[in-house]
């Protein structure tokens, strides 16, 4: 018997029992649903977590850190190992190594009108400002040259306080300081050391009084754009500028002098060059950073990256995930009972209709492939349509949760329920499958009937 032949004659059986069939096409339909919209919760969750993070951190990022965030002034050459430009080269070389980031980070005091200031400066490349993505309020961000320009962050003003009382007003009172960094004169002290030891009345080496470090009007050359108190951007309390113009400023402060936060020989004289604060090493591939954060390390220094914590928690959305897809498979089991218990039911019916076809000649194996096929075709429609409508189902939750307070709280944005293009068509066949593998022990049944006793049935 042909393929077709089988195949038109199981769609002709099961639409002479519509009720039947239509029930337990029900049972597939909900069992698929099930399954694909607890699997969708699951991964919906999941990206929305790496959704989340990706926005505070790159996924494929090491951080170098050498003694810490920063130096210590009596820091010497045996005790560190130092981040400078042979470093920089050196880790560019490595294999998978797309760029390398030095930042140079330093802590200053801002003066303006009625305030005091403090500002935590970095100094970037110009290469790494072209992929920080940093949204622009008003100016623009730092450019290549020799003057020194400030780009605030949206949040830096909550640094600010008066500077007779020490009151901040944001801390205070969640009043923003009637400061403006783009159009104000805005001085900054580079050598914090001295101005407290002169505002504390502290002497030099000959025990003379210390005297009040020299002030600089730096201008600004941009802000972020954000809301005051808007936690979305990591630089938002940060003060960005060009990295050269930083080293060229610095070095015309504080001339010969040690320079604070930078290492120092054993004699105390500073080094002939600035040593950066940290690095930003961009991998081609988050496969590829575990084992080149480990080499770092090996080489002496302080290298981390999220990659462990991230594959931790995709671990446990991989869990939870498996979990719902488990719960739903128990309805689907149950509409494989229901598969089998139709099929039954369906060749006691047909009995003697199987006898009359083994009497005259029909192959043992196509009547077992003609309940196969019943079985496996109430899957296919039950699939089908139980993928439709998991579909529906998911453009409804995610309508009913979308922006509610429950998932703000949770930390979830965008869609919770996502379904990804390969479950679908594997519903489908993941349908077909059960339904025949439900259909199997009916269809032995039917192989092995005899045919005379089947005649002789009704």
């Keep these: 018997m042909k393929f077709f032949d089988l195949l038109r004659m199981s769609v002709s059986n099961l639409w002479k029992r519509k009720l039947r069939t239509v029930l337990t096409v029900l049972g597939v339909v909900i069992g698929i649903t099930s399954i694909v919209v607890m699997i969708a919760l699951g991964n919906g969750l999941k990206q929305s977590m790496l959704d989340n993070y990706s926005n505070y951190d790159s996924m494929t990022q090491i951080q170098i850190y050498s003694g810490g965030y920063y130096y210590s002034s009596s820091s010497s050459q045996d005790e560190d190992k130092h981040l400078d430009d042979a470093l920089v080269q050196q880790i560019q070389s490595m294999e998978h190594v797309e760029a390398v980031y030095p930042k140079l980070n330093f802590s200053a005091i801002a003066k303006v009108g009625l305030y005091r200031g403090y500002l935590d400066i ?47 007003p944001w801390w205070e009172n969640s009043e923003m300081p009637d ?33 009040q470090p020299k002030k600089y009007l730096i201008e600004a050359c941009g802000m972020m754009d954000g ?26 402060v504080f001339k010969k002098n040690p320079i604070p936060g930078q290492p120092t020989r054993k004699n105390g004289k500073p080094y002939n060059e600035l040593f950066y604060s940290e690095m930003v090493v961009q991998v081609d591939d988050m496969a590829n950073v575990t084992a080149l954060t480990e080499m770092i390390n090996d080489m002496g220094y302080n290298a981390n990256s999220s990659v462990e914590w991230i594959q931790q928690q995709i671990d446990s959305m991989n869990m939870i995930q498996a979990v719902l897809g488990a719960i739903g498979a128990v309805a689907m089991l149950v509409a494989a009972i229901s598969i089998t218990n139709t099929m039954m039911m369906s060749i006691y019916e047909r009995t003697k ?63 919770i329920c996502r379904i990804p293009l390969w479950l679908s068509p594997l519903a489908i066949v993941f349908a077909i499958v059960i339904g025949m593998i439900a259909g199997f022990i009916p269809s032995l049944r039917a192989m092995r009937l005899s045919p005379l006793a089947a005649i002789r049935n009704e």
């Design 227 to 252: 809301e005051f108190g808007d936690w979305g951007n990591r630089y938002g309390q940060s003060v960005l500028c060009d990295m050269d113009a930083l080293k060229a400023e610095l070095k015309r």
């Design 122 to 168: 970095y100094g970037v490349t110009q290469e790494e400002l072209a992929t920080m993505d940093i949204p622009i309020a008003e100016g623009s961000l730092p450019e290549a040259g020799n003057e020194l320009k400030f780009f605030y962050g949206n949040n830096v003003l909550m640094n600010f306080y008066v500077e007779k009382t020490d009151v901040s």
């Design 353 to 415: 209709e199987i006898g009359v076809m083994k009497v005259l000649g029909c192959d043992i194996r196509n009547i077992q492939g003609l309940f196969l096929m019943e079985a496996g075709f109430i899957g296919f429609i039950g699939g089908v349509v139980g993928v439709g409508f998991s579909f529906v189902l998911s453009l409804a939750i995610n309508g009913l949760v979308a922006g509610s307070d429950a998932t703000a709280n949770m930390g979830i944005s965008g869609a």
């Design 179 to 211: 400061v403006d960094l783009m159009n104000d004169s805005i001085f900054v002290i580079f050598d914090t050391d001295a101005y407290w030891s002169s505002r504390g009345g502290g002497s030099g080496d000959n025990n003379t009084p210390v005297k």
